[in-house]
């Protein structure tokens, strides 16, 4: 009856304004971070969207100049976006280690230097009880006070039972609502968790990328004075009568020198296919010649064997009647001559 005294004589207009704004608190945090996610997409633009606005990005000088630009004009991330400044410290630690007696709350102060997920995930359970006790506390003690206020008051206030009834369908309609609600803020905290942990990612990323890229200039003029130095060596030691020149030819006339290359390769190769297919009958032509060759040096070898051994026999005076056969033959023969009259 106390509950049912209070729902009918107290609605939600006549609640003290600080409770009104604890149960606006999720509402109005949904609604901060909501902008906060626009706002970071807006500073955090895809990479479509910055190449179209800045399309003449053509090195790392202009690069780095165009973030440094793009840095002036948006100032410091951090402080720009809401939602890291959500994730500080709401006081100041060290206020909170030197006057400990102004914490509310049993919950260990010395994990708040380094928090944790498991740290933060106890804190977060302790206020949701403590906020729970605070919230029973408040609403006996308001009950109370009404009551009591109700039954004094001139003349009482009466409750029958149609009254209650009524009350107690409002009442189910309410608990319904309320449960709706609550699925949809726990949807809603799901979501927001997941948002988060995306833009976290993001930021490291984007943080990573603008590291690397602050140091991208630097590189690239190194490399810039690296090719310079080495075209500069290749101009100098260019000479047209060194054989060793064709190494030092710039792209196109290595690319031409290849090309002709290439073509007196496959001529050498097409060469040599022909002349394997005419190697099997080179080949038994040179075993043939081969054995000729070898009856001829057989012949020779006697050939120079019978000249030595004529040769001794008229050195020693011998005569084997060649000699005296050959005079024969040539007085034949200058006979026959004078009897034809050549």
């Given at each position: 009856?106390?509950?049912?005294?209070?729902?009918?004589?107290?609605?939600?207009?006549?609640?003290?304004?600080?409770?009104?704004?604890?149960?606006?608190?999720?509402?109005?945090?949904?609604?901060?971070?909501?902008?906060?996610?626009?706002?970071?997409?807006?500073?955090?633009?895809?990479?479509?969207?910055?190449r179209k606005r800045h399309p003449k990005m053509s090195n790392g000088s202009d690069s780095f100049s165009?973030?440094?630009?793009?840095?002036?004009?948006?100032?410091?991330?951090?402080?720009?976006?809401?939602?890291?400044?959500?994730?500080?410290?709401?006081?100041?630690?060290?206020?909170?280690?030197?006057?400990?007696?102004?914490?509310?709350?049993?919950?260990?102060?010395?994990?708040?230097?380094?928090?944790?997920?498991?740290?933060?995930?106890?804190?977060?359970?302790?206020?949701?009880?403590?906020?729970?006790?605070?919230?029973?506390?408040?609403?006996?003690?308001?009950?109370?006070?009404?009551?009591?206020?109700?039954?004094?008051?001139?003349?009482?206030?009466?409750?029958?039972?149609?009254?209650?009834?009524?009350?107690?369908?409002?009442?189910?309609?309410?608990?319904?609502?309320?449960?709706?609600?609550?699925?949809?803020?726990?949807?809603?905290?799901?979501?927001?968790?997941?948002?988060?942990?995306?833009?976290?990612?993001?930021?490291?990323?984007?943080?990573?990328?603008?590291?690397?890229?602050?140091?991208?200039?630097?590189?690239?003029?190194?490399?810039?004075?690296?090719?310079?130095?080495?075209?500069?060596?290749?101009?100098?030691?260019?000479?047209?009568?060194?054989?060793?020149?064709?190494?030092?030819?710039?792209?196109?006339?290595?690319?031409?020198?290849?090309?002709?290359?290439?073509?007196?390769?496959?001529?050498?190769?097409?060469?040599?296919?022909?002349?394997?297919?005419?190697?099997?009958?080179?080949?038994?032509?040179?075993?043939?010649?081969?054995?000729?060759?070898?009856?001829?040096?057989?012949?020779?070898?006697?050939?120079?064997?019978?000249?030595?051994?004529?040769?001794?026999?008229?050195?020693?005076?011998?005569?084997?009647?060649?000699?005296?056969?050959?005079?024969?033959?040539?007085?034949?023969?200058?006979?026959?001559?004078?009897?034809?009259?050549?």
């Amino acid at each position: 009856s106390r509950r049912l005294v209070i729902s009918r004589r107290d609605s939600p207009r006549d609640w003290p304004e600080s409770i009104v704004d604890a149960l606006r608190g999720p509402a109005i945090c949904y609604a901060n971070i909501s902008q906060q996610t626009t706002a970071l997409h807006q500073v955090l633009p895809t990479n479509n969207h910055f190449r179209k606005r800045h399309p003449k990005m053509s090195n790392g000088s202009d690069s780095f100049s165009e973030l440094q630009q793009l840095a002036q004009d948006q100032g410091d991330l951090k402080k720009q976006l809401a939602i890291i400044r959500i994730s500080e410290p709401i006081s100041d630690v060290g206020d909170l280690i030197a006057s400990p007696s102004k914490r509310g709350s049993d919950v260990s102060l010395s994990n708040l230097n380094d928090p944790t997920p498991a740290v933060l995930e106890a804190d977060l359970t302790h206020y949701k009880e403590l906020f729970s006790k605070l919230r029973f506390s408040y609403l006996e003690q308001v009950t109370k006070e009404k009551f009591l206020r109700a039954i004094v008051g001139d003349p009482p206030l009466v409750v029958g039972h149609n009254e209650n009834v009524e009350l107690e369908t409002q009442l189910a309609d309410v608990k319904a609502e309320l449960k709706s609600r609550k699925e949809e803020a726990r949807l809603m905290i799901e979501e927001m968790e997941r948002i988060g942990r995306d833009l976290a990612s993001r930021y490291k990323n984007v943080e990573v990328q603008l590291t690397q890229l602050s140091t991208l200039p630097e590189s690239i003029e190194n490399l810039e004075s690296t090719i310079a130095g080495l075209k500069a060596k290749q101009v100098a030691g260019m000479d047209t009568s060194d054989p060793r020149s064709s190494q030092n030819l710039p792209l196109p006339a290595t690319v031409s020198l290849l090309a002709e290359r290439e073509a007196k390769l496959a001529a050498l190769n097409r060469q040599i296919a022909a002349v394997q297919s005419t190697l099997p009958r080179k080949t038994r032509e040179a075993e043939a010649i081969e054995r000729e060759c070898s009856v001829l040096e057989r012949r020779k070898a006697e050939a120079i064997a019978q000249a030595q051994e004529a040769q001794r026999k008229k050195q020693q005076g011998e005569s084997d009647g060649l000699e005296e056969m050959g005079r024969w033959y040539r007085g034949a023969e200058e006979t026959l001559k004078e009897m034809v009259g050549v």
